[in-house]
Nanobody, 125 residues
Framework: QVQLVESGGGLVQPGGSLRLSCATS?????????IGWFRQAPGKEREGLSC????????FYEDAVKGRFTISRDYAKNIIYLQMNSLKSEDTGIYYC?????????????????WGQGTQVTVSS
């Protein structure tokens, strides 16, 4: 059974940083899978932010976070991180990680069958 658990959310001032973690289980080393990060802001639809494949160089960022967020993967611990710098008020929302089997990088949420429960990020002074 595939499970994903996010952590690391919280309250941060504009310009600050947070690092989110996504602990995965049930995904075997033999499977190729992609982990994506998504967020849902209050009153808005869920949007894809970034994703990472099997290779550390296999990453993708949406324009909204490119240059500010960095996705990485600890293969030994089965944890995917999202380092978020230069946070803005519009980054506020619930952040989710999700998993899909295969190699294709995508931030389309409907392509991901497995989801975590989310972690709240609030950027406010």
């Amino acid at each position: 059974q595939v499970q994903l658990v996010e952590s690391g959310g919280g309250l941060v001032q504009p310009g600050g940083s947070l690092r989110l973690s996504c602990a995965t289980s049930g995904l075997t080393a033999e499977e190729n899978y992609v982990i994506g990060w998504f967020r849902q802001a209050p009153g808005k639809e869920r949007e894809g932010l970034s994703c990472i494949g099997e290779s550390p160089d296999s990453v993708f960022y949406e324009d909204a976070v490119k240059g500010r967020f960095t996705i990485s993967r600890d293969y030994a611990k089965n944890i995917i991180y999202l380092q978020m710098n230069s946070l803005k008020s519009e980054d506020t929302g619930i952040y989710y990680c999700a998993a899909r089997l295969g190699r294709g990088l995508t931030t389309l949420g409907f392509q991901y069958p497995y989801w975590g429960q989310g972690t709240q990020v609030t950027v406010s002074s």
